[in-house]
């Protein structure tokens, strides 16, 4: 009877203690399980937090670049036009008729973009000088360019083939300037890019955010920040 007793009493103070670890486990298990996510979480919101501050810096910098540059009233004397519309070209070349410019590029000068080199002279009626500059080379028809990375690759290129120059005006409509400045900035490196709007007296609010735009031009700022020769483009003709 003693002996049935004590196994009983072993057997039930055996249960209980195994009754108490199993619920001290629990207890462990769920604390464990709230640190981890509260170290997930944290992780998370400092991730977002990172790209927040990021997305904020892209947004100024979209904003500033597709304001009015006062550095454009007296701007450089070598300058490109990305190719679009037709009075991009035509500011163009008024600067180089009026010696405000001493070379013009015109990239993408292409049936993308609408122009054609050989039809030039009936789209645009050159005079006699302008044509001699363009057979000169003060004046480039560039054709290979095909995106906005196309344009800055080809400019640079074409920089490449000038003697002294650190500092260029670009010229493109409002909407386009800021993803256009900053490729450009980006592939030349250590010029000074002046941006020159073509298309000035547009309507245009600041605080406007044009989402299709600032996506293309915030899909640009990452993409530039990887060496030229990864950028999406095709090498420019006038690179080789």
Known sequence: MAQCFWLKHFATTRARDMSRNTMSDWRND??????????LLTRVLAILGLAAVLLVVILLDHIIRTDTDDRS????????????AYDRIYLGLDMIASDAADYLLISGANRTSGLIPHKFPVLFDPTPKQAEWVTSGRIVLAADAHSTFENALETNCWLDTLTDVDEVTIITSRRHMARASLALERATGSVSV????????????????DLDEFGKFAVTW??????????????PSICK
């Open 30 to 39: 769920i604390v464990y399980l709230i640190r981890a996510m509260g170290r």
């Open 194 to 209: 002046v941006r020159l709007i073509s298309d000035p007296l547009e309507p245009y609010d600041r605080l406007k955010i």
């Open 73 to 84: 009233e007296r701007p450089p004397r070598t300058v490109v036009v990305f190719t679009g």
């Open 222 to 235: 990452l993409v530039t920040l990887l060496p030229n020769r990864f950028w999406p483009a095709n090498e």
